[in-house]
């Protein structure tokens, strides 16, 4: 059996897998194993996976991962997204599709705090999506908001994708999350500008004039103190070089503990729930881990990602045409895996590329700017028929809305994505400018 026969088969095997239902991980697993069998043989296979759990799970990096999660957890079962909400609210409820905008506010204030793309919409779902239907606001409009605004949960620091991409390229966690801020930014100003836009082009999805808008108070102002607080303190600290990033993620977790049990929001039963969402979230990864691994592996050995590596740089393709046509692999992959298996599984072969080719910018420069890149397109993914994983949280909590209805109200976001992405790809120092200033 030829190399690039053999890359079939593993590939094959792997979504016929995952066609029957099971867990890409296993998936994952099953397929890089009966590749690594079939080349190596039963003795270096059982070599390799006596060692590679160890190695893999032995690095203290990888501890980052579990502690911006339960970081997360705590700031969902913490009420902190109520305060968000009525805060935003408050401030942008005057305008039309201000319920909307609020709304995408809230997303990328708790995003900032969350790491997650799926809990941030869920959390800000059950807060604002009976709110905008309250003020008249269409159930496409309201679900579409919260799925996209759901993607600032992965787009601002601290993403757990951005930091498995740097675990996996070996970057500096803390340049990547600098990376992040001003893309993630524009994604909530494009996300604000396409709900403008859609109210006005599109009418009755949104109140012409909120009667009742909520007022700014002090209180609601002393709601989202604690919030700020936080993120200074573990994005301060952490650039201030007072600690790592994994010492900055169990700062966050604290202190979003202790605030949640100020607020009287945490009770035991909320407590252990947050650890055992947290342990199933960190299990979950750490096996796709494992099983990209063999995967990898076993595509190592067919020395095929090597082979497509040294045929794209003598094909003549500009380095800008390589990178566009993987971000559009990405954004097919979207349909049928999640953020964590694409990234597990393609980074390995596409990261080696990426690097043989130039860009005009140094190897660290090039490696964060592909690392958003990526971001943009994994969040693309989230939203994006036919699966949009975000799209079928959001409209499972909305009571009736037609998934189709969802689908249609997420376009105008999709074209932001489109538009933000162009604008990264072409002038790549709009992402890379706070780095620059990070030594």
Same mark, same amino acid.
């Given at each position: 059996?030829?190399?690039? =026969?053999?890359?079939?088969? &593993?590939?094959?095997?792997?979504?016929? !897998?995952?066609?029957?239902?099971?867990?890409?991980?296993?998936?994952?697993?099953?397929?890089?194993? #009966?590749?690594? #069998?079939?080349?190596?043989?039963?003795?270096? $296979?059982?070599?390799?996976?006596? +060692?590679?759990?160890?190695?893999?799970?032995?690095? $203290?990096?990888?501890?980052?991962?579990?502690?911006?999660?339960?970081?997360?957890?705590?700031?969902?079962?913490?009420?902190?997204?109520?305060?968000?909400?009525?805060?935003?609210?408050?401030?942008?409820?005057?305008?039309?599709?201000?319920?909307?905008?609020? +709304?995408?506010?809230?997303?990328?204030?708790?995003?900032?705090?969350?790491?997650?793309?799926?809990?941030?919409?869920?959390?800000?779902?059950?807060?604002?999506?009976? =709110?905008?239907?309250?003020?008249?606001?269409?159930?496409?409009?309201?679900?579409?908001?919260?799925?996209?605004?759901?993607?600032? %949960?992965?787009?601002?620091?601290?993403?757990?994708?951005?930091?498995? $991409?740097?675990?996996?390229?070996?970057?500096?966690?803390?340049?990547?999350?600098?990376?992040?801020?001003?893309? %993630?930014?524009?994604?909530?100003?494009?996300?604000?500008?396409?709900?403008?836009?859609?109210?006005?082009?599109?009418?009755?999805?949104?109140?012409?004039?909120?009667?009742?808008?909520?007022?700014?108070?002090?209180?609601?102002?002393?709601?989202?103190?604690? @919030?700020?607080?936080?993120?200074?303190?573990?994005?301060?600290?952490?650039?201030?070089?007072?600690?790592?990033?994994?010492?900055?993620?169990?700062?966050?977790?604290?202190?979003?503990?202790?605030?949640?049990?100020?607020?009287?929001?945490?009770?035991?039963?909320?407590?252990?729930?947050?650890?055992?969402?947290?342990?199933?979230?960190?299990? !979950?990864?750490?096996?796709?881990?494992?099983?990209?691994?063999?995967?990898?592996?076993?595509?190592?050995?067919?020395?095929?990602?090597?082979?497509?590596?040294?045929?794209?740089?003598?094909? %003549?393709?500009?380095?800008?045409?390589?990178?566009?046509?993987?971000?559009?692999? $990405?954004?097919?992959?979207?349909?049928?895996?999640?953020?964590?298996?694409?990234?597990?599984?393609?980074?390995?072969?596409?990261?080696?590329? &990426?690097?043989?080719?130039?860009?005009?910018?140094?190897?660290?420069?090039?490696?964060?700017?592909?690392? @958003?890149?990526?971001?943009?397109?994994?969040?693309?993914?989230?939203?994006?028929?036919?699966?949009?994983? *975000?799209?079928?949280?959001? *409209?499972?909590?909305?009571?009736?809305?037609?998934?189709? =209805?969802?689908?249609?109200?997420?376009?105008?976001?999709?074209? +932001?994505?489109?538009?933000?992405?162009?604008?990264?790809?072409?002038?790549?120092?709009?992402? #890379?400018?706070?780095?620059?200033?990070?030594?």
């Amino acid at each position: 059996m030829t190399p690039i =026969e053999l890359t079939v088969l &593993i590939f094959g095997s792997m979504l016929v !897998m995952m066609a029957m239902r099971l867990p890409i991980a296993v998936s994952m697993f099953c397929a890089g194993s #009966l590749g690594y #069998l079939m080349q190596a043989g039963w003795a270096p $296979y059982s070599s390799f996976i006596n +060692s590679q759990a160890f190695a893999r799970f032995a690095g $203290y990096d990888l501890s980052v991962i579990p502690l911006f999660i339960l970081m997360g957890n705590f700031a969902t079962k913490g009420g902190i997204s109520k305060s968000l909400f009525e805060f935003a609210a408050s401030v942008m409820g005057g305008f039309k599709g201000g319920l909307a905008m609020a +709304s995408l506010l809230a997303c990328a204030a708790f995003g900032a705090i969350s790491g997650s793309s799926v809990a941030t919409a869920a959390t800000i779902s059950g807060v604002a999506l009976p =709110e905008m239907r309250k003020h008249g606001y269409s159930g496409r409009i309201a679900t579409a908001t919260l799925a996209a605004g759901g993607t600032l %949960g992965i787009q601002l620091p601290p993403s757990v994708v951005l930091v498995i $991409y740097a675990i996996l390229t070996e970057q500096n966690i803390s340049k990547l999350f600098a990376a992040a801020v001003v893309p %993630g930014l524009i994604a909530l100003a494009g996300y604000m500008i396409a709900v403008a836009i859609y109210v006005r082009m599109v009418p009755g999805h949104a109140p012409e004039v909120d009667e009742d808008k909520p007022p700014l108070t002090f209180s609601k102002l002393l709601g989202v103190l604690p @919030i700020m607080i936080i993120f200074g303190l573990v994005f301060g600290g952490i650039y201030g070089g007072f600690f790592t990033p994994t010492e900055g993620a169990a700062v966050g977790a604290a202190s979003v503990l202790i605030t949640a049990l100020l607020k009287r929001e945490m009770t035991l039963s909320k407590f252990v729930e947050c650890f055992l969402a947290t342990s199933t979230s960190s299990a !979950m990864i750490f096996l796709i881990f494992i099983g990209a691994d063999v995967m990898n592996s076993a595509l190592a050995l067919t020395q095929v990602p090597a082979q497509l590596a040294a045929e794209v740089g003598s094909c %003549g393709l500009s380095p800008i045409a390589v990178v566009c046509a993987i971000l559009i692999f $990405y954004v097919i992959l979207g349909a049928v895996m999640d953020e964590m298996s694409m990234l597990l599984l393609t980074i390995p072969i596409f990261f080696p590329m &990426i690097m043989g080719l130039d860009f005009g910018m140094t190897k660290e420069m090039t490696a964060i700017w592909f690392g @958003i890149m990526v971001l943009m397109t994994v969040g693309f993914g989230l939203v994006a028929p036919p699966v949009g994983l *975000n799209v079928y949280v959001v *409209n499972s909590m909305s009571n009736g809305v037609p998934m189709a =209805e969802s689908y249609k109200g997420v376009m105008p976001f999709l074209a +932001s994505d489109v538009l933000r992405t162009l604008l990264f790809l072409f002038f790549p120092m709009v992402p #890379l400018w706070l780095v620059t200033f990070i030594k």
